[in-house]
T-cell receptor, first 114, second 115 residues
Framework: AQSVSQHNHHVILSEAASLELGCNYS??????LFWYVQYPGQHLQLLLK??????LVKGIKGFEAEFIKSKFSFNLRKPSVQWSDTAEYFC????????????FGAGTRLAVHP | EAGVVQSPRYKIIEKKQPVAFWCNPI?????LYWYRQNLGQGPELLIR????????DSQLPKDRFSAERLKGVDSTLKIQPAELGDSAVYLC?????????????FGEGSRLTVL
């Protein structure tokens, strides 16, 4: 079945630790890829996106993600997390290559301890 | 610029009761989405509107769910009658058009608890 998989449901890190959140999708063909973030008590917002070109994309707040087509992956990374990065992170795929139809993963809840 | 506004933020009802959620998208955004987010899961699309037309409602449980977007601006999502399994967060999102950057702008959601 077509899906978006996020490998870790909960991640706990100390400040300054490095972060990598996994995301794999099972759609073939052209896809657009996204990471959304939901800070406590706030709405979902876009962190970064990949449409084409350089497979390493940079987003807000020092986050980046790498698209590896052969692995159907779009992992999110940050070299050094901060307490303010505590949030839930959602990987999303637009498999249509056209109109907006986001398919979300189950999310990863990140807790950063001071 | 105001974001996507949803109401109510929280709603607790008993099963078999009706409930309605309201969404006001960002001004000028023609595309409006309703998503449902169950506990521990990501959002799942229920329905997508282009202006006042529902162009993708394949995931909407039509026996008890209905939605409308009169005049192509505000939208209402209704559940009648509600079931225990409908407990979830109902998210509204909007975007400027069908083909654009792919970014959806989400509201804060309406959390429904069915007892």
């Amino acid at each position: 079945a077509q899906s978006v998989s996020q490998h870790n449901h909960h991640v706990i890190l100390s400040e300054a630790a490095s972060l990598e959140l996994g995301c794999n999708y099972s759609y073939g063909g052209t896809v657009n890829l996204f990471w959304y973030v939901q800070y406590p008590g706030q709405h979902l917002q876009l962190l970064l996106k990949y449409f084409s070109g350089d497979p390493l994309v940079k987003g807000i707040k020092g986050f980046e993600a790498e698209f590896i087509k052969s692995k159907f992956s779009f992992n999110l990374r940050k070299p050094s997390v901060q307490w303010s990065d505590t949030a839930e992170y959602f990987c999303a795929v637009n498999p249509s290559g056209g109109y907006n139809k986001l398919i979300f993963g189950a999310g990863t809840r990140l807790a950063v301890h001071p | 610029e105001a974001g996507v506004v949803q109401s109510p933020r929280y709603k607790i009802i008993e099963k078999k009761q009706p409930v309605a959620f309201w969404c006001n998208p960002i001004s000028g955004h023609n595309t409006l989405y309703w998503y449902r987010q169950n506990l521990g899961q990501g959002p799942e699309l229920l329905i997508r509107y282009e202006n006042e037309e529902a162009v993708d409602d394949s995931q909407l449980p039509k026996d008890r769910f209905s939605a409308e977007r009169l005049k192509g601006v505000d939208s209402t999502l209704k559940i009648q009658p509600a079931e225990l399994g409908d407990s979830a967060v109902y998210l509204c999102a909007s975007s400027p058009g069908t083909f654009n950057t792919g970014e959806l702008f989400f509201g804060e959601g309406s959390r429904l608890t069915v007892l």
